[in-house]
């Protein structure tokens, strides 16, 4: 595997699922493919899951992680081409990333949306540069327009916790947030939900409020359900998140709080799990009383962002 940046990347759902179940009971047992390997993790945002999983699924692997924040310990980079460096960035990623990838084999990259230019966001313009220029395999630690770690670990717990039911249904809903955040979660989520109904593993709904429908390529074939109500019935699976706008790029149009997701909502489901991929805002994603309750399987989906990681590192090792 030379990049992850989608689902198609990762090939068959059934075959990526087996393999993180293997993962997941011997850890230890692929260190011979990362020795004297090393994995450069680079974070233009912050984060806490995945600096720590990734790092921790390095290690699993047998190989040496070096963790870079570039808004914090290095030059400021520019980011875009033909740009006269005038400014307070310092370097441009044209030099920086042929550089980073020198040092190492494996390079991991984390870049939010920027949220001036949509086309330049949805073009995914920063990380197809190291794509571009790395000379390196290239993970996605979340980049302006997907989250592929989460959502593969994600349908790695829904598989854990879907127990005796066939084909469960899995609600994608949005929830009220105060700040603008991006749409790479659930873009990613429905990317890989959709992936998982057409193998035949779940049944997908999204559910948001008007003006929030995510960017069309990633709603094909997608069931959206305006009523957030009728979408939780009989829902086995309920994954809440916050997006802005993609129709008005960026934008907060609601911050509408009877879409949190409290006890009452998950009394129209089918005794629902409740998912989130962290970090959440209580009581206005979802209620401390549902996050609290046993149906709530918020650690254990962190906890998996190991073992997606490590399919993946894995995954380019074998390929190096
Ligand atoms: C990020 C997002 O994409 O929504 C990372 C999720 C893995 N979340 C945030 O930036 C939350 C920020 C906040 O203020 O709650």
Redesign the pocket.
Known sequence: MRRFLTVGDIGDLHAALAEAKEVKANPFNWQHLGKNKTIIIIFFNSSLRTRLSTQKAALNMGMNPIVLNINGDSWKLETEMGVIMDGDKTEHLREAIPVIGSYCDIIGVRS?AEFKDRKFDYEETIINQFVQYSGRPVISL?TATR?PC?AFADLITIDEYKGQIKKPKVVLTWAP?P?A??Q??PNSFAEWMRAAEQAGMIDFVVTNPEGYDLAPEFMEGVKLERDQKKAFEGADFIYAKNWSSYEQYGQILSKDMSWTVDAEHMSWTNNAKFMH?L?V?RNMIVSDEVIDSPNSIVIPEAANRVVSAQVVIKRMLEKL
């Open positions: 939010f979340e989250h989460q947030h700040r955040l991006p790479a979660v991929c970090p805002r």
